[in-house]
């Protein structure tokens, strides 16, 4: 079965630092997403993309964040001088066209900040 | 502001009992809604979704959505010891960013 891959598993950076966080959706999807969760608290939506370009982002994704489609494979996430608030896990998904496709998600990256 | 709303837990049934998991959601115009299940410093996995007012079934799980009242539930016949997990009720419209509950872990003892 077809799955959203995400890299790297686990990432450790210094405060301050720039990560790229990096996907692969599922190939024939359309949509793309970032999520985010904190240890211990619920799944935050981050930001959607769809057609090159952010269809919807929340409060969270504010300049410190940016997301890029660089190539017909790969969705990246980059966080500019990252913060100790930062550390979670990120989720990245993808969905195809309509109304009844649902999200199917990676395994996540965890971001540690130190 | 969207919210839903699920008991955090944990909930307890035996092995081989009924489950039955509960979320309540606040905008209206929600359309589309989800059940996924994460295991401890695990992603989200899909269950089931449903997106008109009654019953939809999958194999062990049940699916209940009633716009009217606002609540979506997820049933689990026959539970197992893996399925003791945190189990994440979601919405959205049409296209858009999932809003996730806290989640209510399920315990399931044999």
């Known amino acids: 079965e077809p799955e959203v891959t995400q890299t790297p598993s686990h990432q450790v950076t210094q405060m301050g630092q720039e990560v790229i966080l990096r996907c692969v959706p599922i190939?024939?999807?359309?949509?793309f997403y970032w999520y985010r969760q904190i240890l211990g608290q619920k799944v935050e939506f981050l930001v959607s993309f769809y057609n090159n370009e952010i269809s919807e982002k929340s409060e969270i994704f504010d300049d410190q964040f940016s997301v890029e489609r660089p190539d017909g494979s790969n969705f990246t996430l980059k966080i500019r001088s990252t913060k100790l608030e930062d550390s979670a896990m990120y989720f990245c998904?993808?969905?195809?066209?309509?109304?009844?496709?649902?999200?199917?998600f990676g395994d996540g990256t965890r971001l540690s900040i130190l | 502001q969207k919210e839903v709303e699920q008991n955090s837990g944990p909930l307890s049934v035996p092995e081989g009992a009924i489950a039955s998991l509960n979320c309540t959601y606040s905008?209206?115009?929600?359309?589309?809604f989800f059940w996924y299940r994460q295991y401890s410093g695990k992603s989200p996995e899909l269950i089931m979704f449903?997106?008109?007012?009654g019953d939809k079934e999958d194999g062990r799980f049940t699916a209940q959505l009633n716009k009217a009242s606002q609540y979506v539930s997820l049933l689990i016949r026959d539970s197992q010891p893996s399925d003791s997990a945190t189990y994440l009720c979601a919405l959205n419209q049409a296209g858009t960013a999932l809003i996730f509950g806290k989640g209510t872990t399920l315990s399931v003892s044999s």
């Open positions: 449903i997106y008109s007012n």
């Open positions: 998904a993808s969905s195809g066209f309509g109304d009844d496709q649902p999200q199917h």
């Open positions: 190939s024939n999807h359309l949509y």
């Open positions: 905008d209206r115009g929600s359309q589309s």
